[in-house]
């Protein structure tokens, strides 16, 4: 069992950075996959980064990458999703989720998920 709670949403311009932090309780947190995904109002919950186990394996949607970057810290359980070169359409409901797997990418492979935080960029 992982319970997951999100921090360090809010309210950032166009160009500016952001880091999302999501702490996890469960022993067993090195064990699990770590993804985060967005929603943003009318749309889906989409896919943004994961981070296998280790810590040695990540991916990214092809809208973030380059500057977007997850990380975690197994001895501090938590995982951080560092945003530079923040656009408007980054602007979504961030949450981390958690799962048993290599690098899933859909939000119905995940079983635990965080409250969800708040980032809005502003043009």
């Known amino acids: 069992q992982v319970q997951l709670v999100e921090s360090g949403g809010g309210l950032v311009q166009a160009g500016g950075s952001l880091r999302l932090s999501c702490a996890a309780s469960?022993?067993?947190?090195?064990?699990?996959?770590m993804g985060w995904f967005r929603q943003a109002p009318g749309k889906e919950r989409e896919f943004v980064a994961v981070?296998?186990?280790?810590?040695?394996?990540?991916y990214y949607a092809d809208s973030v990458k380059g500057r977007f970057t997850i990380s975690r810290d197994n001895a501090k359980n938590t995982v951080s999703l560092q945003m530079n070169s923040l656009k408007p359409e980054d602007t979504a409901v961030y949450y981390c989720?958690?799962?048993?797997?290599?690098?899933?990418?859909?939000?119905?492979?995940?079983?635990?998920w965080g409250q969800g935080t708040q980032v809005t960029v502003s043009s």
């Open positions: 989720a958690a799962t048993i797997g290599w690098l899933p990418t859909h939000s119905t492979q995940y079983g635990y």
């Open positions: 981070i296998r186990w280790s810590g040695g394996s990540t």
């Open positions: 469960g022993r067993t947190f090195s064990r699990y996959a």
